[in-house]
């Protein structure tokens, strides 16, 4: 694990050196390095999949958010000369900025393509869904949101109205707890990587005691006894940070089918597919912290061992 002492003129040939012997300490323990690796990505996994997710599902309700939506269920009866007169009539307000015309005939052919309701659609004699018209309301705040829904809930053309913002407020806060529980997570996790390196560094300096010994008796100095071990630590977390990306990009490609389908039961104008993929800013982040915490954890218990060492 330890250099060889001496004082090369190049000195980027002696870290190419260093990080060369920290990678072969690394590969005589394969099962050990292997079981270790494993055991912090997977530590690490939890908080990444709950951040991953958080953070698609913000990216998916943002824009309902900043557009907030009403739908207003029209009778019964309602055909497409009410839908085009109630649509006119709604437009001409200066608290709605658009609307869209959903026909009973096109609602119940999406909602025949969503896995697990085409079969019980097709059970029915009649289409049992409502004419419906999607408003895009001018007003961000949720109390005027309410009172433009009771207005137009008083239209005779209108059977009931939906405030989207609810399930949006609902699912945001969803999301939100999500975000909270991933970061705390991720802190005691980076508390206990940093522990696993840490440890995993002592046992290595105590079963090289005899050749840092030797070091110290010819004249080594302790930095450059040290440098071996913070590439070690490096590399610790570098292959860890690719294992828990590996990891989570794996279950992502499972089990994001499945979220999505959740989601669009939960609400059908939710976006069929949502981007639930790491990104490259996130993943150098993860690179690079991990980095950074093994790096750290090696170079406090190694420098505090080697200090213990006398020649």
Do not use: C
Request: charged residues 15%; hydrophobic residues 55%; glycine residues 6%.
């Amino acid at each position: 694990m330890t250099s060889t002492f001496s004082a090369p003129s190049n000195r980027l040939q002696q870290h190419v050196v260093d990080l060369r012997q920290a990678w072969q300490g690394m590969l005589t323990r394969p099962i050990a390095t292997l079981s270790t690796l494993l055991a912090i990505a997977t530590t690490l996994l939890v908080p990444i999949l709950l951040l991953v997710i958080s953070s698609g599902l913000a990216q998916a309700l943002d824009p309902y958010s900043n557009s907030p939506r009403l739908t207003a269920y029209l009778i019964d009866t309602s055909d497409k000369a009410m839908m085009g007169y109630v649509s006119e009539r709604l437009l001409s307000r200066e608290d709605i900025g658009f609307v869209e015309i959903v026909s009973k005939e096109s609602a119940f052919a999406e909602f025949a393509n969503i896995n697990g309701f085409g079969d019980l659609l097709g059970e029915l004699e009649s289409n049992p869904l409502p004419d419906a018209l999607i408003i895009s309301a001018l007003e961000l705040d949720f109390s005027q949101l309410e009172n433009l829904a009771a207005e137009l809930a008083a239209f005779p053309e209108i059977d009931l109205v939906q405030l989207d913002a609810q399930w949006i407020k609902r699912l945001q806060g969803f999301t939100q707890l999500m975000t909270n529980f991933g970061l705390l997570i991720g802190l005691a996790a980076v508390l206990g990587f940093f522990l696993v390196i840490a440890n995993t560094t002592k046992l290595i300096i105590q079963q090289s005691e005899d050749e840092i010994r030797v070091l110290k008796l010819i004249g080594a100095p302790d930095t450059f006894i040290l440098r071996p071990f913070l590439y070690s630590g490096l590399a610790y977390g570098f292959f860890v940070a690719v294992f828990a990306f590996v990891l989570q990009f794996a279950i992502i490609a499972v089990f994001a089918h499945l979220i999505d389908e959740f989601l669009l039961k939960y609400n059908a104008s939710l976006p069929a597919q949502i981007d639930f993929s790491l990104g490259l800013v996130w993943l150098l982040f993860l690179l690079l912290a991990s980095s950074f915490t093994g790096l750290l954890a090696a170079g406090v218990s190694a420098y505090q061992e080697i200090l213990k060492l006398e020649p």
